[in-house]
């Protein structure tokens, strides 16, 4: 049997001034083929203006049981928000 | 998506702790997400791995009966028309495909399940495509009862799962359109186009209500599958609201319904139908369907056709590779 093709992540920019955004993946033998089964694939109705292709075993990802630790400090530290501090209604512009 | 990791941890998950399964239930019944890298109980994963992909392998079969008449469409519109649906079909395949992947099977596993028979897919296209009105049946009911079971997949629990099914559904509905336009250009036709319709519908409304899979009490997997909210209604649920909704579609082409128990219920607002041959399809899904064989030679023939040209491009990467190294 033929050797499997490795898997590669799609990312698409729907239209200039926005960033690229994961849609799916493709399996392809180089990065052109890639490029162009990730546009076969996913770029069918015009869904965007660019395409980024990255080998997913290039992808590094955080592990879903660290969430807490990783993400939760944030969650007391309201004060990196503006509505935290009051600033009476008759200063204007700030 | 991460593939290679999750194949790592596969056979890992034997005993379950009591503690993960539950925090897992109580996120599921919250109505969260679960993503590829979560933990996820065993035969959560295995039903995934066999509903997804069967679902990829269905779209894959189900550009055959089409494809063989993009050549023979009646016009450069329905030629047009007709391909990028075809196309659209293999894309949805890939879509499928690769959200399975994230589970930790291999794209190269599954094909060798189809290929081998091991793996099922929707009995609908064990059936012939025998006149072009075929095509218009094709569209109008089966993608109709295709959409029917995917609208509720949008929300099914598993992330890459529900994300495919978004991209379906918005290609899906001009499917459906496209096959109804064609009735109604033949039921608008000469006698002959007329009765070409309705000899199609004839043929597609039974199997194509057997779609929705074996009633309700005698459906196997849909408990379970309905707790994890993998599935969201019921097989009988979606069968009833697709008669509902195609009953009065056939109606305003002209087209009369092949069912003489069929009869609308004023309270109720539904209609009840007569009872469906579940030998027939018990027999279709055993792999006894009119042309079951014929497709399987035709997957198999396509992919041992297209073996040079991968073997090519993985050549052409190989050597590629090599001189960048150089």
Same mark, same amino acid.
């Given at each position: ?27 392809a033998a180089d990065p ?63 | 998506? $991460?593939?290679? %990791? ?13 503690e993960l399964l539950a ?8 109505? %969260? ?10 035969? $959560? ?5 066999? !509903?997804?992909? !069967? ?27 007709? *391909?990028?649906?075809? !196309? ?7 879509? *499928?495909? #690769?959200?399975?992947?994230t589970l930790g099977t ?14 099922? $897919? ?47 559904? +918005?290609? %899906? ?6 096959? $109804?336009?064609?009735?109604?250009? *033949? ?52 069968? !009833? ?13 002209? *087209? ?6 069929? +009869?609308?219920?004023?309270? &109720?607002?539904?209609? &009840? ?5 579940? %030998? ?38 190989? +050597?590629? #590779? ?5």
């Amino acid at each position: 049997m033929s050797q499997q093709w490795p898997l590669w992540e799609v990312f698409i920019r729907t239209k200039g001034g926005l960033s690229h955004r994961h849609v799916g993946s493709v399996h392809a033998a180089d990065p052109d083929m890639a490029i162009r089964h990730a546009r076969d694939t996913y770029t069918r109705r015009m869904e965007g203006v660019s395409l980024w292709v990255v080998p997913s075993a290039a992808i590094t990802a955080s592990d879903p049981a660290q969430a807490g630790p990783l993400f939760e400090p944030a969650a007391d530290k309201v004060y990196r928000h503006p509505t935290f501090y009051t600033v009476p209604d008759h200063i204007k512009h700030i | 998506m $991460y593939t290679t %990791e999750l194949q790592k941890q596969a056979g890992v998950t034997t005993a379950e702790p009591a503690e993960l399964l539950a925090a897992f239930e109580a996120r599921v019944a919250a109505d %969260e997400f679960i993503e590829p890298k979560d933990w996820m109980p065993d035969a $959560y994963r295995r039903t995934l791995v066999r !509903q997804m992909s !069967q679902h990829a392998h269905s779209e894959v079969v189900g550009m055959l009966p089409e494809g063989n008449w993009i050549t023979r469409a009646p016009s450069l519109r329905r030629k047009a028309v007709l *391909l990028a649906k075809v !196309q659209d079909e293999g894309g949805h395949a890939l879509y *499928l495909y #690769s959200a399975t992947e994230t589970l930790g099977t291999s794209r190269e596993e599954m094909i060798d399940a189809l290929h081998s028979g091991r793996a099922k $897919y929707s009995t609908i296209f064990n059936y012939p495509t025998l006149t072009w009105a075929d095509i218009g049946a094709i569209g109008w009911l089966v993608d109709g009862a295709a959409i029917m079971n995917q609208v509720p997949l949008q929300r099914t629990s598993y992330g890459p799962y529900a994300r495919a099914m978004v991209r379906i559904c +918005k290609e %899906e509905s001009f499917h459906q359109r496209q096959g $109804y336009e064609i009735m109604m250009a *033949l039921a608008v036709g000469t006698p002959e186009q007329k009765r070409m319709a309705q000899d199609a519908l004839n043929r597609w409304w039974w199997p194509s209500l057997m779609m929705f899979g074996p009633p309700d009490d005698n459906s196997p997997n849909s408990a379970q599958s309905m707790r994890w909210r993998i599935k969201r209604d019921t097989n009988d649920q979606l069968r !009833q609201k697709f008669v509902d909704v195609t009953v009065p579609q056939a109606e305003a082409i002209g *087209l009369s319904v092949p069912d003489p128990d069929l +009869k609308w219920h004023e309270d &109720t607002g539904h209609y &009840t139908f007569g009872a469906i041959d579940w %030998e027939e399809f018990y027999a279709v899904v055993r792999g006894e369907g009119p042309v079951a064989r014929e497709r399987m030679q035709a997957r198999r023939k396509a992919w041992d056709d297209g073996a040079w040209v991968r073997d090519a491009a993985t050549a052409h990467a190989e +050597k590629r #590779s090599r001189r960048q190294a150089a």
